[in-house]
Every structure is written in structure tokens, then in C-alpha cells.
């Protein structure tokens, strides 16, 4: 049973940056890892998700040209580097991950419903 562990979360100005982490118990090399983020009341939204190869990368809408995603797979984590952040970027953001066959080793999508394991979440606050 993979477990993962967010952190980096907190409370930032507006334009400010953050860097998420998510932190495997276990080998990351064949699974493709997503960042969602949930806000009280919506539903949860797809922030960005890597390939388990990193040669694949997508992000949301909301996000593109804000946020980068990278791997690690030394060290069995995932960053989310967070710049000019936005009142509305304000969300849990929690990490996912969905172990495939090497055949899929460059595909990532942001359907939340396909990932296996999920991290606890971390809060990030953007405010003034």
C-alpha cells in the first residue's frame, strides 16, 4: 500500500510562490502522479499530473504558465512549484498517484477517479 505525504502548503500573499511536495513510501518509477486541489463546497479540480516517465506533463487552465510539476523519482516525490499565486488558487491540494504497465509510462490525465492512492492534503491560503 502506497502511502503519500504532502507538504509546502501554508499561507502566502498574492503573486507569491510556494513549492508542494508529495513524498511516496514506496517507489514512484511506474506511476503516474496528479496534484488536484478541493475547495469546501466544489468539486475537486484537477491542478496538474506528470507521466511516470516525467516526459508528460498537463495542468489546468487555471493554472497554466503558474505552475510547474516535476519528479524526483530518487527521492519517490513530486514537486509543485506554485507562482503568482491568486486569492483563488486558495485549496486543499492533495496528491495522487496510479501505478500503470511500462506500455503507459508517458501518459498522465487529471481524472481523479482513475488515481489508487491519495495524500491527506495540504491547505494553501493565498491572501493579504
Known amino acids: 500500500q502506497l502511502q503519500l505525504v504532502e507538504s509546502g502548503g501554508g499561507l502566502v500573499q498574492p503573486g507569491g510562490s510556494l513549492r508542494l511536495s508529495c513524498a511516496a513510501s514506496g517507489s514512484l518509477d511506474y506511476s503516474a502522479v496528479g496534484w488536484f486541489r478541493q475547495v469546501p463546497g466544489k468539486e475537486r479540480e484537477g491542478v496538474s499530473c506528470v507521466s511516470s516517465s516525467g516526459g508528460s506533463t498537463n495542468y489546468g487552465d487555471s493554472v497554466k504558465g503558474r505552475f510547474t510539476i516535476s519528479r524526483d523519482n530518487a527521492k519517490n516525490t513530486v514537486y509543485l512549484q506554485m507562482n503568482s499565486l491568486k486569492p483563488e488558487d486558495t485549496a486543499v491540494y492533495y496528491c495522487?498517484?496510479?501505478?500503470?504497465?511500462?506500455?503507459?509510462?508517458?501518459?498522465?490525465?487529471?481524472?481523479?477517479?482513475?488515481?489508487?492512492?491519495w495524500g491527506q492534503g495540504t491547505q494553501v491560503t493565498v491572501s493579504s
Open positions: 495522487a498517484a496510479k501505478t500503470l504497465p511500462a506500455k503507459f509510462q508517458t501518459m498522465c490525465v487529471m481524472t481523479s477517479s482513475i488515481y489508487d492512492y
